[in-house]
Nanobody, 123 residues
Framework: VQLVESGGGLVQAGGSLRLSCAASGGTFRDYVMGWFRQVPGKEREFVAGISRSGGTTRYADSVKGRFTISRDNAKDTVYLQMNSLKPEDTAVYYC?????????????????WGQGTQVTVSS
């Protein structure tokens, strides 16, 4: 499955952004979908995940209550609504699918990644 992210940008602390990830080349509704992020010099970290139906979501503790993941299976798209953004949210955000597994607090990424979209939060 091919993934293309969009929606990143520069925003002031306290602001909001909505990221989108459009999927193609696979059966979207068959995939658990997720968002990860990475800053230079650090490992890529799990941000949020959503089940195939959209009925179950999981979040990293650092974003709980501020970020919301959702999906539209009719549009083959997953979203990440990010509110109350903080400078520490600055990162490249990646969409992930095709084998993503989230068990308890641990996420094992799937095989497919998008190219990433930069989110920069200024203080």
């Amino acid at each position: 499955v091919q993934l293309v992210e969009s929606g990143g940008g520069l925003v002031q602390a306290g602001g909001s952004l909505r990221l989108s990830c459009a999927a193609s080349g696979g059966t979207f509704r068959d995939y658990v979908m997720g968002w990860f992020r990475q800053v230079p010099g650090k490992e890529r970290e799990f941000v949020a995940g959503i089940s195939r139906s959209g009925g179950t979501t999981r979040y990293a503790d650092s974003v709980k209550g501020r970020f919301t993941i959702s999906r539209d299976n009719a549009k083959d798209t997953v979203y990440l609504q990010m509110n109350s953004l903080k400078p520490e949210d600055t990162a490249v955000y990646y969409c992930n699918a095709d084998g993503l597994s989230i068990v308890g607090g641990k996420a094992d990424p799937g095989e497919s990644w998008g190219q990433g979209t930069q989110v920069t939060v200024s203080s």
